[in-house]
């Protein structure tokens, strides 16, 4: 989830929220200051429900922000880099740009989050009883009450050992030091995302099909989240190692960006087996990238007038990368890019020595796990790392 608005910095950790977290924030708002605390305490004004509510949705996205930092700082101190956090739907991110080093700073790291949401929670829970020593049982003590238990559910729930969520970071470095080899220690905590995932979707699906509990949505959602999340990081750990000089499809064919689109159909298209071209100018440097479903989409009565350049994806936004860079660093770049998930391989002189396909990297794959014996965070409602992050971002 991208950032909406940075909020600023606090330890030196770049802030900020994502729309989303609205929606999340409004939810308690009005849950608790419309629907349970009057119920509960009858006699107050109404805004007098709807101002704990508000402080509540507040103090609880703080406290994820605690958990947050706490990944985040305990990183940085571990030499690893950090992106930011940022606040969402479903709690909150810690980006990581860089991994742990050793399967104990993994550990510590992870440990941390839940351990910042266990003290959040005995903090709360002091107050609560502070406030019933001054105040008597009452609004006060309720929201605190709420907030404290809200955050040992915190803690337990990212304590599941399955990845993304932090105790799946925990039983990675667990395995991680058990075998030597981060990768498939991470496969295997990604895996167990996997499957805690599709759990979570089907006990929701349980809940609104026989309950008839909305409830249930929000499991299918984080349920959801998680699948999508582990599965990224099991494709990421998949492809640890691999540069992209390894995958990519060499010698690509070059057609001139001056001839018209139906020229290149008869002279290109129809007599290379290949589904993507790249464009040169004049001048021999490459202008653009041309996919054949970019083609197919144009009219025919169009093709003779409308030269390949019109229709291609300009160079500018088209991803580019270097034989000797991490294939994952450069699918990171892939993402949002024209080009239809491809990537044009340039070597140190400029010269177009290969593009990458997402064929490219399928194949790469399914030969990486041949290689090697099979072998990334992210908090719910929790607080999660970026799934598509890593080694980039992960997310804690
Ligand atoms: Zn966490």
């Given at each position: 989830m991208g950032e909406t608005i940075r909020l600023g910095r606090i330890a030196g950790i770049a802030v900020g929220v994502n729309w989303s977290v609205l929606v999340i924030a409004t939810l308690i708002a009005l849950g608790l200051g419309v629907g349970s605390l009057p119920t509960m305490h009858p006699g107050h004004a109404e805004p007098t429900y709807l101002v704990a509510g508000v402080l509540a949705a507040a103090l609880f996205l703080g406290?994820?922000?605690a958990h947050e930092l706490a990944h985040a700082v305990l990183a940085r101190r571990r030499g690893v880099e950090v992106e930011g956090i940022v606040l969402w739907l479903?709690?909150?991110?810690?980006k990581f740009r860089s991994e742990?080093?050793?399967?104990r700073d993994e550990i510590a790291i992870a440990a941390a989050g839940p351990l910042m949401s266990l003290v959040v929670a005995a903090?709360?829970?002091a107050g609560a009883g502070l406030a019933v020593v001054l105040l008597g049982t009452g609004l006060v003590v309720t929201v605190l009450g709420w907030l404290g238990v809200l955050n040992v559910l915190?803690?337990?729930f990212n304590l599941i050992p399955a990845a993304p969520l932090d105790g799946g970071r925990i039983l990675r470095g667990v395995l991680w030091a058990r075998s030597g080899d981060p990768?498939?220690?991470a496969v295997s905590a990604a895996r167990g995302g996997k499957a805690f995932g599709i759990a979570l979707i089907a006990l929701g699906l349980l809940l609104v099909a026989i309950l008839v509990s909305l409830d249930g949505l929000w499991l299918m959602l984080l349920g959801w989240f998680i699948v999508t999340a582990a599965g990224a990081e099991e494709f990421h750990a998949n492809l640890k190692g691999v540069r992209v000089g390894d995958v990519m499809s060499r010698a690509p064919v070059v057609a001139p960006d001056w001839i018209a689109v139906q020229e290149l159909v008869d002279q290109y298209v129809l007599t290379q087996r290949c589904s993507t071209f790249p464009l040169r100018g004049f001048d021999g440097r490459i202008t653009g990238l041309l996919p054949l479903t970019t083609i197919k989409r144009t009219p025919a009565s169009q093709r003779t007038e409308q030269r390949a350049r019109d229709i291609a994806c300009p160079i500018e936004r088209v991803a580019t990368g270097h034989p000797d860079e991490d294939l994952t660093t450069l699918l990171e770049r892939v993402r949002g890019t024209?080009?239809?998930g491809r990537a044009l391989v340039f070597d140190d002189a400029g010269e177009l020595v290969g593009i990458v396909s997402p064929r490219d990297v399928s194949h790469a794959r399914e030969l990486h796990a041949l290689?090697?014996?099979?072998?990334?965070?992210?908090d719910a409602t929790t607080d999660g790392r970026d799934p598509t992050g890593p080694r980039g971002a992960v997310t804690r």
């Amino acid at each position: 989830m991208g950032e909406t608005i940075r909020l600023g910095r606090i330890a030196g950790i770049a802030v900020g929220v994502n729309w989303s977290v609205l929606v999340i924030a409004t939810l308690i708002a009005l849950g608790l200051g419309v629907g349970s605390l009057p119920t509960m305490h009858p006699g107050h004004a109404e805004p007098t429900y709807l101002v704990a509510g508000v402080l509540a949705a507040a103090l609880f996205l703080g406290s994820i922000l605690a958990h947050e930092l706490a990944h985040a700082v305990l990183a940085r101190r571990r030499g690893v880099e950090v992106e930011g956090i940022v606040l969402w739907l479903l709690g909150g991110v810690a980006k990581f740009r860089s991994e742990a080093r050793t399967p104990r700073d993994e550990i510590a790291i992870a440990a941390a989050g839940p351990l910042m949401s266990l003290v959040v929670a005995a903090v709360l829970g002091a107050g609560a009883g502070l406030a019933v020593v001054l105040l008597g049982t009452g609004l006060v003590v309720t929201v605190l009450g709420w907030l404290g238990v809200l955050n040992v559910l915190l803690a337990l729930f990212n304590l599941i050992p399955a990845a993304p969520l932090d105790g799946g970071r925990i039983l990675r470095g667990v395995l991680w030091a058990r075998s030597g080899d981060p990768s498939t220690a991470a496969v295997s905590a990604a895996r167990g995302g996997k499957a805690f995932g599709i759990a979570l979707i089907a006990l929701g699906l349980l809940l609104v099909a026989i309950l008839v509990s909305l409830d249930g949505l929000w499991l299918m959602l984080l349920g959801w989240f998680i699948v999508t999340a582990a599965g990224a990081e099991e494709f990421h750990a998949n492809l640890k190692g691999v540069r992209v000089g390894d995958v990519m499809s060499r010698a690509p064919v070059v057609a001139p960006d001056w001839i018209a689109v139906q020229e290149l159909v008869d002279q290109y298209v129809l007599t290379q087996r290949c589904s993507t071209f790249p464009l040169r100018g004049f001048d021999g440097r490459i202008t653009g990238l041309l996919p054949l479903t970019t083609i197919k989409r144009t009219p025919a009565s169009q093709r003779t007038e409308q030269r390949a350049r019109d229709i291609a994806c300009p160079i500018e936004r088209v991803a580019t990368g270097h034989p000797d860079e991490d294939l994952t660093t450069l699918l990171e770049r892939v993402r949002g890019t024209c080009g239809e998930g491809r990537a044009l391989v340039f070597d140190d002189a400029g010269e177009l020595v290969g593009i990458v396909s997402p064929r490219d990297v399928s194949h790469a794959r399914e030969l990486h796990a041949l290689r090697q014996p099979q072998r990334g965070q992210q908090d719910a409602t929790t607080d999660g790392r970026d799934p598509t992050g890593p080694r980039g971002a992960v997310t804690r």
